[in-house]
């Protein structure tokens, strides 16, 4: 992976950090109300603690691309009962047909394949399972801001994004705009937020929705397609086990 989400802690930090992760958390949970309180198979690949609050159920296994900053990490998020493990975006540590529901964020977009990236999804996938892939437009502001998670890598149309899910054998069932408003570092203006998610969600979905910031997209396996040729298992190892105190 390229060097993978640098500026995202400081970035969740910060005023605009706050008011992102209130417009990403509602439309997760208005696209999957049940992730956080359901038992069942579930992780979250990528950068996940600005969304891990609150988990009533199982709690998700959590996979982030190997890199150098093992310790910060620790550090921060003693309190939290998840398990962590560094892997290799191609190789997971997971066995065939495992999770039931991936969140995937702060993740794709650092890949240097990402059709491998998301056929190594697939097979970790139940053929019930679903992925909530959340991935920066490239149309949008916030894909040419880099002070922000979503302008440091990758950003990507959404025809790029239905061709990379097909290749994979993933069946798009959803699509969401988020992050409407600019990214501004105006704290009068950010208070906005809330009222243009609202007013873009229900006017601009079919036209000016095409410039929010990210691409939010549930899909599917489609159990026909061929399986993968396997890879060697990636050696991996657990950063943390945290409990609750």
């Known amino acids: 992976m390229q060097k993978w989400a640098s ?3 400081q970035f969740y930090k910060s005023s605009l950090g706050v008011r992102t992760r209130r417009v990403l958390i509602n439309v997760i949970q208005s696209m999957w109300p049940d992730f956080r309180s359901c038992f069942c198979e579930k992780s979250i690949f990528g950068y996940a603690w600005p969304f891990l609050r ?8 959590i996979f982030m691309p190997e890199y150098g900053e093992e310790t910060d990490f620790q550090k921060k998020n003693k309190e939290k009962d998840f398990q962590i493990t560094l892997c290799t975006e191609t190789m997971l540590p997971l066995q065939d047909r495992s999770m039931e529901r991936i ?4 993740w794709l ?3 240097e394949s990402p059709s491998k990236s998301l056929r190594e999804v697939w097979r970790v996938l139940k053929e019930e399972g679903r992925i909530l892939l959340i991935v920066p437009n490239r149309r949008s502001l916030w894909a040419q801001k880099e002070s922000t998670p979503f302008g440091e890598a990758n950003s990507f149309s959404l025809s790029e994004i239905e061709t990379l899910l097909e290749e994979a054998f993933l069946t798009p069932l959803a699509l969401q705009g988020a992050l409407y408003m600019p990214p501004t570092s105006f704290r009068l203006l950010q208070s906005f937020f809330p009222i243009v998610e609202r007013f873009c969600k229900k006017r601009l979905e079919g036209g000016l929705g095409f410039f929010s910031g990210v691409w939010v997209i549930e899909a599917s396996k ?4 061929a399986v993968p040729e396997a890879e060697p298992s990636s050696i991996t190892k657990i950063v943390f086990e945290g409990t609750n105190s």
């Open 222 to 225: 489609k159990i026909y397609a």
């Open 103 to 106: 969140l995937i964020i702060h």
């Open 54 to 61: 609150g988990e009533k159920g199982s709690a998700p296994l």
């Open 109 to 111: 977009e650092y890949s």
């Open 7 to 9: 500026g995202a802690p």
